[in-house]
């Protein structure tokens, strides 16, 4: 069984706080995705990275980075956090080749105050 | 502009009975889809796929649908029970892409 682990399941942080959220999967997925959940939006994708420090934007890139010094582990950064930054963030991963299949983590329930 | 539409955001369906969760897409390079199962606090689990060269996916008590020249699929749910209550979304793909593009979601609420 694929497993997606997230560092932390709810998380509060103020407003121009730097935040650090972690992604580990014991898979040895290539390609590994983080994306936001907002309710009437759907899980729209920030970044993914498809190798080692590879990375490309994702459809919002704005206000994230991210970082994949590991294949197992892929991190968000939120360099000066706002509060429209409040949120779900999901990390998924996919193999390369066939498999179509993405693998989500539990999330984590962003606010920031 | 959303590729992917979930126009109904909510659905309540009697236990025993078909719930029936439908998606549009626009963009006819879509050659992949998936169907996600999201409770909350929790992350998406996957559910059941189809590939464009289909038109019927079946597992179980889910089956899939697709349409190409509407540009729609559907996802059956039959019988529906109340642990199938909760977020739906479909996702679908490009060729030689790992992104997936996904609908803003259909909460199933199964009536015991």
């Known amino acids: 069984d694929v497993k997606v682990t997230q560092s932390s399941r709810y998380l509060v942080k103020r407003t121009g706080e730097k935040v650090f959220l972690e992604c580990v999967q014991d898979?040895?997925?290539?390609?590994m995705f983080w994306y936001r959940q907002d309710p009437g939006l759907g899980l729209r994708l920030i970044y993914f990275?498809?190798?080692?420090?590879?990375?490309e934007k994702g459809d919002i890139p704005e206000g994230y980075s991210v970082s994949r010094e590991k294949k197992e582990r892929f991190s968000l950064i939120l360099e000066s956090a706002s509060t429209n930054q409040t949120s779900m963030y999901l990390c998924?991963?996919?193999?390369?080749?066939?498999?179509?299949?993405?693998?989500f983590g539990p999330g984590t329930r962003l606010t920031v105050l | 502009d959303q590729q992917v539409k979930q126009n109904s955001p909510s659905l309540s369906v009697q236990e025993g009975r078909i719930s029936i969760l439908n998606c549009d897409y626009t963009?006819?390079?879509?050659?992949?889809f998936l169907w996600y199962k999201k409770y909350p606090a929790e992350g998406p689990t996957f559910l059941i796929s189809?590939?464009?060269?289909?038109d019927k996916n079946e597992d179980g008590r889910f089956t899939v649908f697709l349409n190409k020249s509407a540009k729609h699929l559907s996802l059956h749910i039959v019988p529906s029970q109340p642990g199938d209550s909760a977020v739906y979304f479909c996702?679908?793909?490009?060729?030689?892409?790992?992104?997936?593009?996904f609908g803003t979601g259909t909460r199933l609420k199964v009536l015991a």
């Open positions: 998924a991963t996919r193999a390369s080749g066939r498999a179509r299949e993405q693998f």
């Open positions: 898979m040895d997925h290539e390609n």
């Open positions: 990275s498809y190798d080692v420090k590879m990375k």
């Open positions: 963009n006819s390079m879509f050659d992949y």
């Open positions: 189809i590939s464009s060269i289909k």
């Open positions: 996702a679908a793909s490009n060729p030689g892409t790992y992104k997936y593009i």
